[in-house]
């Protein structure tokens, strides 16, 4: 208690002091010196990793240096900046720091808190600030997983998409160990007090500390003897994470103007379930982007680093034709169907998917995603067991999956309809409607089928379901990770160091999370796009998806809330009568607090994600999404099982 006692008497400061100059930290070269050398990589994000770089859109570059770098615990380098080279931060990256003691876990704002309360230093440890000083609202995790309480990351998670371009600050606050303040890391002390003794790792943060942040916090009113950690980071431009697809969607669209996808049916199973009348299976000729079609594909790219045509290859598709439109006569519709994590075409054969097909009477059609589907997997294993920085290699072959989509759509109104598979026995007259503008994707569905719907020129009106937006931001608490950081564990054994390494991805992940693409969904829509409608339909206490993660995409989308509603989403404007853009929360009883209190997996299935596609509501409600174009609250009161 002494110790500690002695340590929180130096930080009982004012924010600008005289005193002698200390020795010299000697921290490695590289290091990032505001933890004093408890660790050279946090902050992060953090400019002090940003370094010059005229060809990039900011004029920067993200690049660590090797004494900040994550390594495995065979000696390799588990750095992602070094795979892609990113011109600042992402908008939605978890924002990782410590204190190298252990800290208390009162006073934070956590996940089920009000939102509100992270806009004050008064109800407040944390407050992240815009370039004008406005405080960002966020949520904070003490990483429950932590073996050693003086390595315990303090995680913040913003609630809105930070500004693309932007400088934010951060600054943490009273925070309290042992029922007294935690002490200040010594180099962040030594900024603050003016006692870096003019050493060059410390100028970057003195010139932030004395041009902006010291004035930030006075004007937040922290309180400057509590004040433990202070940085900012700038994020990244729009372009940096979206050139790659915009170019793929300009050169498919392109290639389609001048050819028909040539479709071969290689497969017609009859009568394989009661609710199904056939199976189509077959390959669709599309434009190729990669060096190869398979996993672990990368964009081809011409002498200007662009991406470019490598011939054309094929991809596979799958129709399932429910019996429901083998009895209507006439031409039934369609529409394209997005599968689930790591899945492939054994979801849309399964029991749930055919049901809703069936009760919809669609033909529902349906590609892998690539890159994300089920012989992606071995590849990512390989990678984050042996080559941690390269493991999302895997983005590069998702805009190779993207592609695919756009052809599917242009093939299904231009050729599926005369095709023998898609005809009446005996009349020769097709069954199935030429149109690919109706879109329902289910969890990965829906995390990638935003930025395929905000790309793809036929996609009108899409129903997403229990997905969400942030890929690092829910890992921590979406069992479907579980193995993904099962296999993180096994290369990066510190809990500390696994989630400096999660945050890390996020800008890589960014080039295909759906934060990226929700602004060209409806908002601003890409050109050649048609006006859309967009329906998002989850549960509360999903505990594969969890919900903070869906509530930050439905405001990225810039959904309404259909009314009744079982509980208010912050940041979301309530909807009565019809809509074009909107949220239906379903209840289903779950103690969703406790639940989503700690950034751990949950313990136990509430049944919630794969719940929501099997209720009749929500297939009503898409029904007449698909039918007449039109999003309504359809239950009688709030939507629930019942």
């Known amino acids: 208690m002494r110790l500690v006692g002695s340590l929180v008497a130096t930080s009982l400061v004012c924010f600008s002091c005289s005193a002698p100059t200390p020795p010299p930290l000697n921290l490695a070269?590289?290091?990032?010196?505001?933890?004093?050398?408890?660790?050279?990589?946090?902050?992060?994000?953090?400019?002090?990793?940003?370094?010059?770089?005229?060809?990039?859109?900011?004029?920067?570059?993200?690049?660590?240096?090797?004494?900040?770098?994550?390594?495995?615990k065979g000696g390799a380098s588990a750095d992602p900046h070094q795979a892609f080279v990113a011109d600042g931060f992402s908008p939605v990256s978890p924002i990782v720091a410590m204190l190298p003691v252990d800290v208390t876990d009162e006073g934070f704002v956590h996940l089920p808190d009000a939102p509100e309360l992270s806009l004050s230093a008064t109800t407040s440890h944390t407050l992240i600030l815009d370039p004008d000083g406005v405080p960002v609202p966020h949520f904070v995790d003490l990483d429950?997983?932590?073996?050693?309480?003086?390595?315990?990351?303090?995680v913040l998670h913003p609630l809105l998409p930070l500004r693309d371009q932007a400088r934010y600050s951060v600054f943490l606050f009273g925070v309290q160990s042992a029922g007294v303040l935690a002490p200040t890391p010594e180099g962040f002390r030594r900024v603050r007090e003016g006692l870096t003794g003019g050493e060059a790792a410390f100028a970057p943060q003195v010139e932030a500390w004395n041009d902006r942040l010291k004035g930030l916090a006075k004007k937040a009113a922290i309180d400057g003897s509590k004040l433990q950690l202070a940085w900012e980071f700038t994020v990244g431009s729009q372009e940096n994470v979206t050139n790659d697809m915009l170019r793929v969607r300009a050169l498919t669209i392109a290639w389609l103007e001048s050819h028909t996808p040539e479709v071969t049916v290689t497969g017609v199973e009859e009568n394989t379930d009661a609710d199904v009348w056939r199976v189509v299976h077959g390959t669709i000729s599309?434009?190729?982007?990669?060096?190869?079609?398979?996993?672990?594909?990368?964009?081809?790219?011409?002498?200007?680093?662009?991406?470019?045509?490598?011939?054309?290859?094929?991809?596979?598709?799958?129709?399932?034709?429910?019996?429901?439109?083998?009895?209507?006569?006439?031409?039934?519709?369609?529409?394209?169907?997005?599968?689930?994590?790591?899945g492939g075409f054994d979801e849309l054969t399964g029991g749930s998917a055919?049901?809703?097909?069936?009760?919809?009477?669609?033909?529902?059609?349906?590609?892998?995603?690539?890159?994300?589907?089920?012989?992606?997997?071995?590849?990512?294993?390989?990678?984050?067991?042996?080559?941690?920085?390269?493991?999302?290699?895997?983005?590069?072959?998702?805009?190779?999956?993207?592609?695919?989509?756009?052809?599917?759509?242009?093939?299904?109104?231009?050729v599926f309809p005369s095709l023998d598979a898609f005809k009446r026995p005996g009349t020769g007259a097709p069954y199935l409607e030429g149109d690919a503008s109706k879109y329902l994707g289910i969890s990965q569905g829906t995390i990638l089928g935003v930025g395929m719907v905000a790309t793809n020129p036929y996609v009108k009106r899409a129903?997403?379901?229990?997905?969400?937006?942030?890929?690092?931001?829910?890992?921590?608490?979406?069992?479907?990770f579980m193995q993904f950081?099962?296999?993180?564990?096994?290369?990066?054994?510190?809990?500390l160091d696994q989630q400096k390494f999660i945050a890390s991805l996020q800008r890589q992940m960014d080039r295909i999370d759906p934060n990226t693409f929700s602004r060209y969904v409806q908002k601003e829509p890409l050109p050649g796009s048609p006006a859309r409608q967009v329906l998002l339909q989850i549960g509360l206490g999903d505990t594969e998806v969890p919900n903070f993660a869906s509530y930050l995409l439905a405001r990225t989308l810039g959904l309404n809330q259909l009314q009744p509603a079982p509980k208010p989403v912050w940041g979301l404007e309530a909807a009565t009568g019809t809509t074009d853009r909107a949220l239906e929360l379903f209840d289903f009883g779950v103690d969703v607090d406790a639940l989503n209190r700690d950034a751990a997996f949950p313990t136990f299935d509430s049944?919630?994600?794969?719940?929501?596609?099997?209720?009749?509501?929500?297939?009503?409600q898409t029904a007449r999404l698909f039918d007449d174009g039109v999003i309504a609250h359809l239950c009688s009161g709030v939507c629930n099982p019942d």
């Not at 309480?149 to 303090?154: D, G, Q, S, T, V």
């Not at 054309?312 to 369609?334: L, N």
């Not at 129903?463 to 479907?480: L, N």
Request: with cysteine; hydrophobic share 40%.
């Open 29 to 72: 070269a590289g290091c990032q010196p505001l933890l004093g050398g408890a660790d050279c990589m946090l902050p992060y994000p953090s400019d002090f990793f940003r370094s010059p770089d005229a060809t990039k859109v900011t004029g920067f570059r993200i690049e660590l240096s090797p004494a900040a770098r994550v390594m495995t």
């Open 144 to 154: 429950p997983n932590a073996t050693d309480p003086a390595r315990r990351a303090i």
């Open 286 to 342: 599309m434009p190729l982007f990669t060096d190869v079609p398979d996993p672990g594909a990368k964009l081809r790219r011409g002498s200007d680093g662009q991406v470019t045509q490598n011939g054309t290859s094929v991809f596979p598709f799958i129709a399932i034709v429910p019996t429901s439109v083998r009895d209507a006569t006439g031409v039934s519709g369609t529409f394209l169907y997005g599968h689930g994590f790591f």
């Open 354 to 414: 055919r049901n809703l097909a069936f009760k919809l009477g669609r033909t529902m059609i349906g590609a892998e995603w690539w890159g994300m589907a089920t012989p992606d997997v071995g590849k990512i294993a390989e990678a984050l067991l042996g080559h941690p920085a390269s493991v999302l290699q895997f983005t590069d072959r998702v805009h190779q999956g993207y592609a695919n989509w756009i052809v599917l759509g242009s093939a299904v109104e231009k």
């Open 463 to 480: 129903a997403m379901q229990v997905g969400g937006s942030g890929f690092t931001a829910m890992m921590f608490r979406a069992e479907p």
């Open 485 to 495: 950081l099962d296999l993180v564990d096994s290369s990066i054994s510190d809990p």
């Open 607 to 620: 049944g919630v994600h794969d719940g929501v596609r099997r209720l009749q509501p929500t297939i009503d």
